[in-house]
Structures are given as structure tokens and as C-alpha cells.
T-cell receptor
Framework: NAGVTQTPKFRVLKTGQSMTLLCAQD?????MYWYRQDPGMGLRLIHY???????AKGEVPDGYNVSRLKKQNFLLGLESAAPSQTSVYFC????????????FGPGTRLTVL | GESVGLHLPTLSVQEGDNSIINCAYS??????FIWYKQESGKGPQFIID?????DKRQGQRVTVLLNKTVKHLSLQIAATQPGDSAVYFC??????????FGKGTMLLVSP
């Protein structure tokens, strides 16, 4: 099993450009999450999904959109990138929330110039 | 570029020593706690978890202690090895919600 995979691994954008980050999991998990990680800030939840076709806002949702059209995929979109969105983005998945472990992908390093 | 470890509290130990990493959590309703390890350039990895009905749980070389009275969690690593060098995060949840992560502690193990 590949676990949680993320594409791309690195990306550089100019301010105002758009892009989509793809997360895929092969563990048949119901829940999927997108986090951002900034130096000294820990992991902050952007959006999450409790099942195919559902999405919900996390702690820092502004400037991002997500979609979960298939159970195994969770997409994170930036419609108009800003330098404040320069960060490392992690996707995670879990079977549920109750007493469950989240499995993380390797991350995407995004730089917005 | 900047590392995730920049500005983090740092614990430096010698190989073979025992390490104790502490975490103060904020939500008194939290009933499930997890410790994650994050090596440079990688995603966080699960180490050990504990429910609020326990005050201690042991794994392989790791022990988590929970003190609900003072909302404190600790991770003890026995016989620390250079491969244990990483950033360690605690995370909490009331169980019906998403995880809230702490800011992390960097562990540096010197040979």
C-alpha cells in the first residue's frame, strides 16, 4: 500500500496564479484533512472531509477551496495565490475521528512569489 | 528555506540518555491524545496514543504520561538514539472533533 500520497512535491507560483494540490489514499479511509505547516506554528487545519462529497472548514480556511468527489482523493485549490500562502501543505487521512490515528502524506512545499 | 524546527523549543540529549518531552494541552474536554514524530522533510508519523481513562501507556521504548488535573502530557523515550532526532508534536481532541496540534519540540540527539 502506498498510504497517503501528495502531488506535486514542490511548486513555485506567482501572486494571483491558481493551482490544485492532489491527495490520494489507498486505505479506504472516510476522513481526509488538509493542513498547512509554518515555522514555529505547528500544523493548522485548513479544511477536512468526513466522507465522499462532503467538506468542512478548519481553523484557517480563507483563500482555499477543497473537493472530495471520490473517496480516495481530496483536492486543495488556491484560486488566487498570495505570498502568505507560502507554506508546507500536508494531507492526512483517518478511518474516523473517534480515537483514531491520522496518517500523513509527505507534504508539498509551495512558494508564492 | 526555513525549517519547521525554527523557533521551536529544543531538547538536546546524548545518545543513550532518556528523553522527556512535555506538552501542555488547552481543552479540558479533550479525551484522546496522540504523539507524532516528524523528521526533516517528511510528514508526521504516529508514535503512541492515550485515552483520558488512562494515565500511562507504554510502547516500544516510548511511554506517554497523562495528567488531566494539570492538563499535561509527556513523552518519554528510553535509550535515545540519533534516529530519534526529530520534531515531536502532541495532538488532542474531544473525540468527536478534529485534532488540535501543539507547536512541537525539537529533539537533538548527539552521538
Amino acid at each position: 500500500n502506498a498510504g497517503v500520497t501528495q502531488t506535486p512535491k514542490f511548486r513555485v507560483l506567482k501572486t494571483g496564479q491558481s493551482m490544485t494540490l492532489l491527495c490520494a489514499q489507498d486505505m479506504n479511509h472516510e476522513y481526509m484533512y488538509w493542513y498547512r505547516q509554518d515555522p514555529g506554528m505547528g500544523l493548522r487545519l485548513i479544511h477536512y472531509s468526513v466522507g465522499e462529497g462532503t467538506t468542512a472548514k478548519g481553523e484557517v480556511p480563507d483563500g482555499y477551496n477543497v473537493s472530495r468527489l471520490k473517496k480516495q482523493n481530496f483536492l486543495l485549490g488556491l484560486e488566487s495565490a498570495a505570498p502568505s500562502q507560502t507554506s508546507v501543505y500536508f494531507c492526512a487521512s483517518s478511518y474516523g475521528t473517534e480515537g483514531n490515528e491520522q496518517f500523513f502524506g509527505p507534504g508539498t512545499r509551495l512558494t508564492v512569489l | 528555506g526555513e525549517s519547521v524546527g525554527l523557533h521551536l523549543p529544543t531538547l538536546s540529549v546524548q545518545e543513550g540518555d532518556n528523553s522527556i518531552i512535555n506538552c501542555a494541552y488547552s481543552n479540558s474536554a479533550s479525551d484522546y491524545f496522540i504523539w507524532y514524530k516528524q523528521e526533516s522533510g517528511k510528514g508526521p508519523q504516529f508514535i503512541i496514543d492515550i485515552r483520558s481513562n488512562m494515565d500511562k501507556r507504554q510502547g516500544q521504548r516510548v511511554t506517554v504520561l497523562l495528567n488531566k488535573t494539570v492538563k499535561h502530557l509527556s513523552l518519554q523515550i528510553a535509550a535515545t538514539q540519533p534516529g530519534d532526532s526529530a520534531v515531536y508534536f502532541c495532538a488532542e481532541t474531544p473525540g468527536y472533533s478534529t485534532l488540535t496540534f501543539g507547536k512541537g519540540t525539537m529533539l537533538l540527539v548527539s552521538p
